[in-house]
């Protein structure tokens, strides 16, 4: 995957100005598509309890793979543009959202360097629930942790390769807890997996 292919991660427990969290993601879909991204592959769509256990309603997740020109700044920029047009506030961390757009990787980009990404990914959880990063870090530092990215990550990009540690996605989520994995719940794909959206689910207009 070269880096002008950008993994993004989706998720919403609350209903937004476009209607409920799967419509959400499906709006948020769209709107990268208006902004000259090539939608190239979109998981099922999964339930998955909200983190911290009790913070909140299940959030509805999935992963997309886009490809475009843009920078891997350009598509953050994008992402957050896109969540404040639909109402998301950051104001805390965790909390409960309408949208959470999330660049997981560039390609095999690392940035800003080795070392950052490392001094992130292995910040103990007390650390991660009390700081986070200032600038962007590639790949998504929790990445590896979590089933509701690994699960729907692997329907669509089984070979990626974590570019410092090596592993794949196959390989990290074959590794997740069984039962955080079997938590998760799929209950539809809006989208094909070529990025086409299923006439069994039309999304907001």
């Known amino acids: ?18 209607g409920m969290p799967a419509d959400t993601l499906v709006y948020a879909l769209k709107e990268l598509s ?28 999935a992963v997309t ?20 047009g639909l109402g998301r506030q950051r104001e805390s961390r965790w909390a409960s959202r ?15 360097d080795r070392a950052t990404e490392e001094h992130w990914r292995r910040l103990p959880l007390a650390a991660q629930m009390r700081d986070w990063p200032a600038g962007l870090i590639l790949p998504h530092p929790r990445l590896a942790e979590r089933a509701f990215v690994l699960i729907p990550l692997a ?15 196959a390989t990290m989520a074959a590794a997740l807890p069984e039962a955080e994995k079997a938590a998760l719940r799929p209950f539809s794909r809006p989208f094909d997996r070529e990025g086409r959206l299923s006439s069994t689910l039309d999304g907001p207009k």
């Open 155 to 169: 329907e669509i990009a089984p070979d990626w390769r974590h570019p410092v540690t090596g592993l794949d996605v």
């Open 34 to 61: 208006k902004n000259g991204f090539h939608i190239r592959a979109v998981s099922r769509f999964y339930r998955s309890a909200a983190f911290p256990a009790g913070s909140g309603p299940d959030y509805v997740n």
């Open 98 to 112: 309408g949208v959470d757009l999330d660049l997981l990787a560039a390609g095999e980009r690392i940035a800003p």
């Open 65 to 84: 793979s886009v490809s475009g020109n843009g920078s891997a700044e350009e598509v953050l920029a994008l992402c957050h543009r896109i969540e404040a």
């Open 1 to 18: 995957m070269d880096n002008s292919t950008f993994l993004i991660g989706m998720g919403a427990n609350l209903n937004s100005d476009v």
